[in-house]
């Protein structure tokens, strides 16, 4: 006898913000990702976590412009 459990559909999990821009170079000098200003560890995590701490970081990021040597970046 064999028994079937009715699985549920399952809806995938909500998709994170992310500033990432796709110009993923990381300026050796200050740490940071020259297209969205995160460091390496900031990017490798953020995809666990929470809202409030990517808010935080979110937060800051436009900050973090000024970290950067501005003949690295393009136009404002």
């Known amino acids: 006898m064999s028994s079937t459990v009715a699985q549920t559909p399952q809806t995938p999990p909500p998709s994170v913000a992310t500033p990432c821009v796709k110009l993923c170079v990381v300026d050796g000098a200050s740490g940071l990702c020259l297209g969205c200003f995160r460091t390496l560890s900031e990017i490798g995590a953020w995809s666990v976590l929470t ?14 412009r000024t970290r950067i040597d501005p003949a690295l970046l393009g136009p404002a």
Request: charged fraction near 30%; proline fraction near 7%; hydrophobic fraction near 45%.
């Open 51 to 64: 809202d409030d701490q990517r808010a935080t970081i979110m937060a800051g990021l436009p900050a973090r």
